[in-house]
């Protein structure tokens, strides 16, 4: 029995919009209803999000009932929280700050076994494999494996080339946020000199015929995201989403 097939890596390899949501919270309740609502895949956020190996596996058994595809940022590019995540199932996985092809390889091959990579091998005790259950896992999960690399720095865009044509980089995702703050535009995403920086990235991304991903939290901006390829799209995130259910709520209150 093979490694589970990635629906997430087949649509989007086929070039198919995929939308989803950031889940910051840690809950597996808000999870499960995320998954539940529509959205193709939702991001367990470990970089930004108070989550550890116990919530994002609370979280993935919660989306395991959903239609919704999990996916995982880890809060750093090391080999142990990659080995880690991957082991607890997950297969498509984004990682934040790669700054150069150095480190665009290094975690390209943390996700994957020897033969392409050098992930531990370990799943055999793990989640991935149905803990031993799925007897071939190891011989095909890394034909499942989707890796994002975010491009969130002026360093990063100047190697979008070498980065994007590194072997094992699936995607490249663009952190708005971060950067507009590393080109010296705090908290302005859509200066002009920014929006300039991930209009390139989007299209060396896209000559390399590879996915561009984003995330976005106005929602008058998700088409203009389709239109220059992005495929692999946030619409927000669960904090912001229920912060703004609330507030219109309150206002409501007589």
């Not at 392409?116 to 890394?142: C, F, H, K, P």
């Not at 998700?222 to 220059?228: E, L, Y």
Request: net charge negative.
């Amino acid at each position: 029995m093979p490694a589970p097939e990635n629906a997430l890596k087949t649509a989007l390899e086929h070039g198919e919009t995929q939308s989803g949501l950031w889940l910051t919270l840690a809950s597996g309740a808000v999870a499960e209803i995320a998954g539940k609502a529509g959205f193709d895949w939702c991001l367990i956020d470990a970089e930004h999000g108070p989550n550890t190996l116990t919530t994002i596996q609370t979280q993935l058994q919660a989306l395991a009932g959903t239609p919704a595809h999990p996916v995982v940022r880890v809060p750093s590019g090391e080999d142990w929280i990659l080995k880690q995540v991957l082991d607890l199932g997950v297969q498509t996985v984004v990682v934040p700050m790669v700054n150069t092809p150095e480190q665009a390889a290094q975690v390209a091959a943390a996700v994957r076994y020897p033969g392409q990579g050098s992930r531990g091998m370990g799943a055999t005790l793990a989640r991935a494999s149905g803990y031993g259950e799925i007897v071939d896992y190891m011989s095909s999960a890394n034909e499942q494996i989707f890796l994002f690399v975010q491009i969130e720095s002026r360093q990063a865009v100047e190697n979008v080339d070498a980065i994007v044509a590194t072997p094992g980089v699936d995607g490249i995702f663009v952190g708005p946020a971060d950067l507009s703050a590393d080109m010296g535009f705090v908290g302005q995403t859509d200066a002009p000199e920014v929006l300039a920086a991930i209009d390139h990235v989007y299209a060396r991304t896209k000559a390399a015929g590879k996915t561009i991903g984003t995330v976005v939290f106005d929602d008058a901006d998700f088409p203009v995201q389709i239109d220059k390829g992005v495929t692999f799209l946030g619409l927000g995130a669960d904090s912001f989403a229920l912060q703004s259910a609330l507030r219109t709520l309150a206002s409501k209150a007589p």
